[in-house]
């Protein structure tokens, strides 16, 4: 109950298209639900969050969509470019109103390639 | 302004021998995480410290780790005796309250031989 599936492992889009990256999760005391970017040899980055009183979440070129009823979310990367090439990871938690806040569960990540 | 600083970026030792990786977090950050990454998977949960008090060390192996964060600030995390299996990076993050963002350090990438 406390794993976040991610799909898919790897994916392979060409300059300008849209990747998405999709995640569910069991445990609908999550809360929090953000998406980290890594680069090789580099720690995760946070790219954009959002909690599920939203359904969608926009920062430049990333969207997260959020399906509450389906406990399903995913990252689109709009007019991708080969610099958005990297392992992204989906990830939740649980808020203020659980011992667990702060603890991230994180997906088991998905490597993206956009090719020039 | 500094991000989470970690040492050492490699190590490599034989098995049964120890190990031990150092963390300063961000300052002014009160809550320190230490992340397990092996290959191709996602970070997952160590420990997690609120200040000087390990809230919760859970998923730490404690018969092998060991980690401390004296002073709340920078903290260390020990393996002793290192087995084949605990080769993986390990990553320490923090953030300014427990709900905040996390901001990682480049990990310790660990090869037990």
């Known amino acids: 109950q406390q794993q976040v599936k991610q799909s898919p492992q790897s994916l392979i889009v060409q300059k300008g298209g849209i990747p998405i990256i999709n995640c569910a999760y069991e445990?609908?005391?999550?809360?929090?639900f953000p998406w980290y970017q890594q680069f090789p040899g580099k720690g995760p980055a946070l790219l954009i969050a959002i909690r599920p009183d939203v359904s969608e979440k926009k920062e430049g070129r990333f969207t997260i969509s959020f399906n509450k009823s389906a406990k399903q979310f995913s990252l689109h990367i709009m007019d991708s470019q080969p610099g958005d090439s990297a392992t992204y990871f989906c990830a939740a938690s649980m808020g203020l109103a659980s011992s667990n806040t702060g603890k991230l569960i994180f997906g088991q990540g998905t490597t993206l390639q956009v090719k020039p | 302004e500094a991000g989470v600083v970690q040492s050492p970026r490699y190590k490599i030792i034989e098995k049964k021998q120890p190990v031990a990786f150092w963390c300063n977090p961000i300052?002014?950050?009160?809550?320190l995480y230490w992340y397990l990454q092996n290959l191709g998977q996602g970070p997952e949960l160590l420990i997690r410290y609120e200040n000087e008090e390990a809230v919760d060390d859970s998923q730490l192996p404690k018969d092998r780790f060991s980690a401390e964060r004296l002073k709340g600030v920078d903290s260390t995390l020990k393996i002793q005796p290192a087995e084949l299996g605990d080769s993986a990076v390990y990553l320490c993050?923090?953030?300014?309250?427990?709900?905040?963002?996390?901001?990682f350090g480049e990990g310790s990438r660990l090869t037990v031989l």
């Open positions: 300052s002014g950050h009160n809550t």
């Open positions: 993050a923090s953030s300014l309250e427990s709900t905040g963002e996390l901001f």
């Open positions: 445990n609908t005391a999550f809360d929090y």
